[in-house]
């Protein structure tokens, strides 16, 4: 998958999604595209910068058996 991006110059591209986040905190991007329209960087949430999570644990937890 594909992300549309466009940079600060102005010129659109297509990332893949690990790409994404070097370009959001290199300060390269003036938009890019997600499921709900284009997002504008610097306006709107970006990924990682939410708040801290305070519900229940719902993640799955491994645990290692003691092997002796």
Do not use: Q
Not at 39 to 44: A, F, L, N, P, Q
């Amino acid at each position: 998958m594909l992300i549309r991006v466009v940079y600060k110059n102005g010129k659109f591209d297509m990332v893949k999604p690990f790409i994404l986040d070097g370009l959001i905190s290199s300060g390269k991007l003036k938009n890019f595209f997600r499921s709900g329209g284009w997002s504008i960087v610097g306006v709107h949430s970006m990924r990682g910068t939410g708040g801290v999570y305070e519900g229940p644990e719902r993640r799955k937890t491994f645990e290692y058996a003691n092997v002796s």
